[in-house]
């Protein structure tokens, strides 16, 4: 899908950095689960070595983690803000109902772990006024994801979507952002996987089916149940 993800790595010695990675890689045809989840969550080729850190939301948090639109930019449409109203709810009751030992709850004010900003800025533009460092001044295109982390434990992470975002794409759109908002940052660019959530170059699926859900469930397990997706 066309979008930027931003990852910010936080340590105690040298404070915040950019980490500066391909976001897409390219595969001729299916994969097995275990390639695809390595993939989708640190940017390993098949076989290769991964190229980002696994990410997590921290346990203590992980279920509980509150998601909301938390500004809207005067020049997004009414009508675009009520289907991402409609598409954050549908996508909260897939990534919830895919079996992984993860829960979001949508919220409408106070302090939300995944805040959702719609914002003025068409396709190629520049994001501005959210007040978070890591997507103001940044480009957007369909939408942006930004993830804040020490070590391997996300500690924040913000979501903007672009106002000219096309009716058909934000159902698809909010749920990508949100899967990858909870650390499986990168996409898949095949044939093969065009019906995949991670598809580099497609805005279509709405559900988390196959190894989409297979990729979650592995980042987040169940405590006692065995790792489906996994070889």
Same mark, same amino acid.
């Given at each position: ?24 890689? %390219? ?17 390993? $080729? ?23 639109? $938390? $500004? ?23 990534? =919830? ?29 520049? +994001? ?9 001044? #940044?480009? +957007? $295109? ?13 500690? %924040?992470?913000?979501?903007?979507? #672009? ?10 759109? +909010? ?12 996409? +898949? %660019? ?10 580099? =170059?497609? =805005? ?28």
């Amino acid at each position: 899908m066309w979008r930027v993800v931003t990852l910010i790595l936080l340590t105690v010695l040298i404070g915040p950095r950019p980490v500066h990675a391909q976001e897409f890689i %390219a595969v001729p045809d299916i994969i097995s689960d275990d390639a695809f989840y390595r993939l989708v969550a640190c940017g390993a $080729a098949p076989g290769g070595e991964c190229s980002k850190p696994f990410i997590y939301w921290p346990e203590d948090r992980r279920l509980a983690l509150r998601v909301g639109i $938390a $500004a809207t930019g005067e020049s997004f449409a009414d009508y675009r803000y009520d289907l991402v109203d409609a598409a954050i709810d549908a996508a909260i009751d897939e990534i =919830n109902g895919a079996g992984a030992h993860l829960f979001l709850e949508r919220v409408y004010e106070g302090e939300m772990d995944i805040p959702v900003f719609l914002v003025d800025a068409p396709q190629g533009g520049i +994001i501005e006024g959210t007040g978070l460092d890591e997507l103001d001044g #940044s480009s +957007i $295109a369909i939408g942006r994801v930004a993830i804040r982390s020490r070590g391997e434990d996300i500690v %924040a992470a913000s979501i903007a979507i #672009s106002h000219d975002i096309r009716r058909r794409e934000i159902a698809s759109v +909010i749920l990508e952002e949100l899967v990858q908002s909870l650390g499986l940052v990168t996409d +898949i %660019a095949s044939p093969a996987y065009e019906r995949s959530i991670f598809a580099e =170059n497609g =805005n279509s699926m709405t559900r988390l089916r196959g190894q989409d859900a297979a990729a979650l469930r592995r980042h987040y397990p169940r405590p006692g149940v065995p790792v489906r997706g996994s070889e």
